[in-house]
Nanobody, 116 residues
Framework: QVQLVESGGGLVQPGGSLTLSCAASETMNNFVTMGWYRQAPGKQREAVAT???????NYRDSVKGRFTISRDNAKNTLYLQMNSLKPEDTGIYYC??????????WGQGTQVTVSS
């Protein structure tokens, strides 16, 4: 059973920065895709950023130029660097990993609140 544990969320003022981490319980070399999703109160969960095994990345339009997704396979950790945060970035951020031939796994989420 793959386990994903997010950390790094918190309260930050508009314009501030946060870095989220997602620690995986097994080698990330087995994951074909990893990504960050978020869910705001009363809204559906949405994809924020994705990184593929080959290193390609994809971002939703609203975070392009502000967020950066990266992975450190040696540490089995996925990151999301978030800069120039806006109130509309508020939500619970989830890590997701797709394991080839098996399926996908979710972390428990970490709360990000952008407010003055």
């Amino acid at each position: 059973q793959v386990q994903l544990v997010e950390s790094g969320g918190g309260l930050v003022q508009p314009g501030g920065s946060l870095t989220l981490s997602c620690a995986a319980s097994e080698t990330m070399n087995n994951f074909v895709t990893m990504g960050w999703y978020r869910q705001a109160p009363g809204k559906q969960r949405e994809a924020v950023a994705t990184i593929y095994s080959g290193g390609n990345t994809n971002y939703r339009d609203s975070v392009k130029g502000r967020f950066t997704i990266s992975r450190d396979n040696a540490k089995n950790t996925l990151y999301l660097q978030m800069n120039s945060l806006k109130p509309e970035d508020t939500g619970i951020y989830y890590c997701r990993a797709i394991l080839a031939g098996v399926g996908f796994y979710w972390g428990q989420g970490t709360q990000v609140t952008v407010s003055s």
